[in-house]
């Protein structure tokens, strides 16, 4: 078996951290390195794990996700994050991507659909 690909969940909504984490326990190639609950605790852990690929939430106490997205890719370029909200505008898409995400989620999207867009962060980086 390949190696696990490490990821980090940046969640401040407990249960949907807890979503996230059963749904991609269930596959065989991901390695939950951390969660953070606020955008301070995810530079932290961004800073000590490493991880391959943050599933980051945009809208977060403490530290906004976009601030924590800027701070990610200028340590880590090469960790691929995915924006997870419930922000659909265009503002906040292109803000995202400005600041360096390789994928966009809306939180009301299907089970298939966020797990494809895990996958395409997981395999290759949106360009």
Do not use: W
């Amino acid at each position: 078996m390949s190696e696990k690909h490490r990821v980090l969940i940046v969640e401040d909504h407990q249960l949907f951290r807890e979503g996230l984490k059963a749904m991609l326990n269930s596959r065989g190639d991901v390695n939950i390195i951390g969660e953070a609950e606020d955008g301070l605790e995810a530079v932290q852990q961004i800073r000590k794990e490493k991880p391959e690929l943050i599933l980051l939430d945009l809208s977060m106490p403490k530290m906004g996700g976009i601030s924590v997205m800027r701070e990610a890719k200028r340590t880590f370029p090469d960790t691929r994050i995915l924006a997870l909200t419930i922000h659909e505008s265009d503002q906040f898409v292109l803000e995202a991507f400005d600041a360096g995400a390789d994928g966009y989620c809306i939180k009301d999207a299907s089970r298939k659909e966020l797990m494809i867009t895990i996958e395409r962060g997981l395999v290759e980086p949106e360009t």
